[in-house]
């Protein structure tokens, strides 16, 4: 048997670990143990090895020369790019099935055909029917939402042109997709495309390949998350600055433990508004709780959490945790980073565990469907009155709560970066812009990505953050990142004083800002493309995505939906490192050409760096290149904070 770390090796969360050690001490199975007792398979974790037909698998060398072949012949390079496409296909697939999901609730809703639903955001409906070429003037806002909802709808199955939203791009962007032969058409069609060309005896250049899979993960980032984020807006309202608490502390040792965890947000709204409601109030106090403690985990938490305020227990690694404290009553799960190990573990506390998605079964857990368009409340009662009913059986012995939860603000869509910064009446990126030109912002990153358990839980997000910060550079985030930092404190206005360098800290207290932005879920990084287009109109900043002093990371990934957002910003002309590991050999012509030669092509690249100081100093020296480039790079060399330094920082 592996050895297993020592806990202060597994994660820097207080509530993970704690729990960690408790499951430990009962026997109980965790995915971070999992994690040691199974090695990664070397040759897996490189990519080199091919299941696509049965002449195979084939197992290539990672060392040089690279000059094993597959059966078939295929090389390495092909190897590996037809692994990365296919990666890039599933991301694809899962957030633009989402994305389909939100379409179609939508339209229910636009028909008049959902009562359990309502357009809250009316405004942001307008502004999407404008991008979308609807007319709005003198007409009805149902008629002018059913045609929204059928728009967005046809980009999912859209056989020839460029999806709608591809025009909120920079004309450069747009122009340089076009002349690669990149612009998308339906979001289906490109993972179907995908899925074919990286079949057995189809294409076979590693070029090809990547450039195929720009498409198709512009056809996510531009296409299906776009139009999810869009439509989730408008049905659960834009988010706004909004107070929320984060970590297992969120957890009431008096009341029914709600868990919800997975990716969309609908079923969530729906119990939002039945925890509150009088009926279920009542039927908790009969059960003999004081009443229901509804709380989010991973991402339809973070877009509650952003949207209401939902308190949220914890990212993708603490999922285990929350299960472990003994106290939650009932977890519900949807689609997307639901572990399996979750339903066994649940049956060693009294948490009863369902399934609610037709999609996403789990042999041992209880399936109740949950669908958007159809008796939405009702099944939302169902669920509820189960996890009201198995309060009873909460064995008190076994309940450990952890004291610890943090308060942040989050909701920082797009919009409300634009009003944030320009003020009510002049809405603007200009002031970001400004601020950036004249040097006290130098740039700013996107880090965003999953927890996983092959690296120390949130260490790698919390030390590239604050490094980032240290160095200026303004962090926007989306996903299980977002919870790390947030638990951390960075998402206070007062994290500024503390760990900014003196031009950023100077912006946040200017505009009573957190320096570290949460933007929503991982389907909501479309939004940071939207807000990078918007710097580039905006002006003084050059004429394409790829001429922004802007950098990416993803530095504890573990789902193909990461890869599928990388290539997205890749494609889109940022440079995006990630951690963890990458599934390529360095030296292969596949591998330098993702890590180097695209960005002749696409101005952005990739690049892989596991250690949080490196990925740091990656992004900063990229935005100074950036900066000088714009020829506004005076007096803006990297600092390298020592802890000394960090500590006069902090003073
Ligand atoms: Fe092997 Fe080629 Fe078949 Fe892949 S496609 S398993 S490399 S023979
Ligand atoms: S939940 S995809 S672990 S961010 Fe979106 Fe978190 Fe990554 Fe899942």
Same mark, same amino acid.
């Not at 009926?279 to 959490?305: D, T």
């Not at 989306?478 to 503390?498: D, R, V």
């Not at 990084?525 to 580039?536: D, F, G, K, P, W």
């Given at each position: ?441 130098? $740039? &700013?990153?996107? /880090?965003? %990505?999953? #927890?996983? @358990? ?9 030390? *590239? ?107 889109? $002309? &940022?440079?995006? /490192?990630? %951690?963890? #590991?990458? @599934? ?9 050409? *993702? ?57």
């Amino acid at each position: 048997m592996a050895k297993l770390r020592e806990i202060q090796d597994v994660t820097i969360c207080e509530t993970t670990a704690e729990m960690l050690k408790k499951a430990r001490d009962a026997g109980l199975s965790t995915a971070f143990d999992r994690a040691d007792e199974m090695s990664a398979c070397p040759i897996g974790a490189k990519s080199a090895c091919c299941k696509h037909c049965v002449m195979g698998p084939c197992r290539l060398s990672s060392k040089a020369p690279y000059d094993k072949v597959g059966v078939c012949g295929a090389t390495i390079d092909t190897i590996q790019a037809r692994n990365f496409a296919r990666m890039v296909a599933a991301g694809t697939a899962a957030h633009s099935d989402h994305g389909r999901e939100m379409s179609e609730l939508f339209l229910s809703i636009a028909k008049g055909e959902n009562p359990d639903y309502q357009i809250r955001d009316e405004a942001k409906l307008l502004a999407v029917a404008k991008d979308l070429g609807v007319e709005t003037e003198g007409r009805e806002v149902k008629d002018v939402a059913v045609e929204v909802a059928e728009i967005c709808l046809s980009q999912f199955g859209q056989q020839h042109g460029p999806l709608k939203f591809l025009e909120r791009a920079p004309e450069a962007r747009f122009k340089k997709w076009q002349e690669l032969g990149l612009l998308p058409r339906g979001v289906d069609r490109e993972v179907v495309e995908m899925m074919h060309r990286t079949a057995m005896g189809v294409d076979q250049d590693y070029k090809n390949l990547t450039l195929g899979a720009a498409r198709c993960a512009l056809a996510d980032g531009w296409g299906g998350s776009m139009v999810s984020t869009e439509l989730s807006d408008i049905m659960f309202g834009t988010p706004k600055p909004i107070r929320g608490e984060v970590d297992l502390g969120v957890l009431d040792a008096n009341k029914v433990n709600v868990v919800v965890h997975g990716h969309e947000p609908h079923m969530l709204d729906m119990l939002c508004e039945l925890a509150e409601d009088p009926e279920m109030l009542a039927k908790a106090k009969e059960a003999g709780a004081e009443g229901i403690n509804l709380v989010g985990m991973c991402c339809s938490g973070n877009e509650q959490l952003i949207r209401r305020g939902l308190k949220h227990a914890g990212n993708f690694m603490q999922c285990d945790a929350v299960i472990i404290t003994g106290a939650v009553d009932g977890m519900m799960v949807d689609v997307q980073c639901i572990q399996q190990g979750l339903v066994s573990l649940s049956q060693c506390f009294h948490t009863k565990f369902f399934t609610t998605n037709y999609r996403c079964k789990i042999e041992g857990a209880e399936h109740i469907e949950f669908h958007g368009t159809e008796n939405a409340r009702q099944s939302g009662v169902e669920l509820l009155t189960k996890a009201i009913e198995n309060f009873k059986n909460r064995d008190a012995s076994k309940v450990t709560i952890p004291d610890t939860r943090e308060q942040m603000i989050g909701g920082f869509s797009h919009e409300t970066i634009n009003y944030m910064l320009g003020g009510t009446f002049r809405a603007s990126y200009t002031p970001l812009n400004d601020n950036i030109i004249n040097g006290r912002i130098r $740039g &700013v990153a996107g /880090v965003v %990505g999953c #927890t996983n @358990p092959r690296v120390k839980h949130d260490w790698v997000h919390y030390e *590239l953050v604050k490094e980032l910060l240290a160095n200026d550079v303004l962090v926007v985030q989306t996903g299980c990142s977002a919870i790390t930092m947030a638990k951390m404190g960075f998402m206070q206005p007062e994290a500024a004083a503390k760990y900014c360098g003196p031009g950023l800290r100077e912006v946040c207290e200017a505009v009573g800002m957190p320096p570290v932005l949460h933007s929503g879920a991982c389907v909501d990084n479309s939004r940071i493309l939207v807000a990078l287009s918007e710097m580039v109109k905006t002006g003084g900043l050059g004429d394409d995505i790829s001429d922004l002093p802007v950098a990416g990371a993803a530095p504890e990934y573990m789902s193909e939906k990461a890869i599928a957002i990388g290539h997205y910003f890749v494609a889109s $002309g &940022v440079f995006t /490192v990630f %951690g963890v #590991t990458f @599934p390529a050999i360095e030296g292969t012509k596949w591998a330098e050409y *993702l890590f180097g030669g695209i960005e002749e092509d696409l101005g952005g690249k990739w690049a892989f760096e596991s250690d949080p100081n490196k990925m740091a100093a990656l992004m900063i020296d990229h935005i100074n290149k950036k900066r000088e480039a714009l020829g506004i790079h005076k007096k803006k060399e990297r600092v390298l904070f020592d802890m000394e330094a960090r500590r006069q920082l902090e003073v």
